[in-house]
């Protein structure tokens, strides 16, 4: 399987983004999809992810009610849409898939997309 991010870019504090991360897999209406982000000097955390079968989204506090993740199975892509950008938020983002356990911890997903960068000017 392989995902590809895009979408990212320069915005300023308080503006919006898409991500978009498309997977090539034949499953992918019922595999989990997650996004996580890595800032510079951090490792990398969790930001959302949407389960394949239930459709359940989960977010981290950091960002919700600011990001939505959503998906369009037609397309086999995974959405992140951002709104109320802060300079925090800069990062580059990472699409991921397949995971084995806790959906929080990074190390327990298998499939990683390239990263997409985020910054957020003031």
């Known amino acids: 399987v392989q995902l590809q991010a895009s979408g990212g870019g320069l915005v300023q504090s308080g503006g919006s983004l898409r991500l978009s991360c498309v997977s090539s897999a034949r499953t992918f209406g019922r595999d989990d999809m997650a996004w996580f982000r890595q800032a510079p000097g951090k490792e990398r955390e969790f930001v959302a992810v949407v389960a394949g079968t239930v459709r359940t989204t989960y977010y981290a506090d950091s960002v919700k009610g600011r990001f939505t993740i959503s998906r369009d199975d037609a397309k086999n892509t995974v959405y992140l849409q951002m709104n109320s950008l802060k300079r925090e938020d800069t990062a580059i983002y990472y699409c991921?898939?397949?995971?084995?356990?806790?959906?929080?911890?990074?190390?327990?997903?298998?499939?990683w997309g390239q990263g997409t960068q985020v910054t957020v000017s003031s």
């Open positions: 991921a898939t397949d995971p084995r356990g806790n959906y929080y911890i990074p190390r327990n997903w298998n499939v």
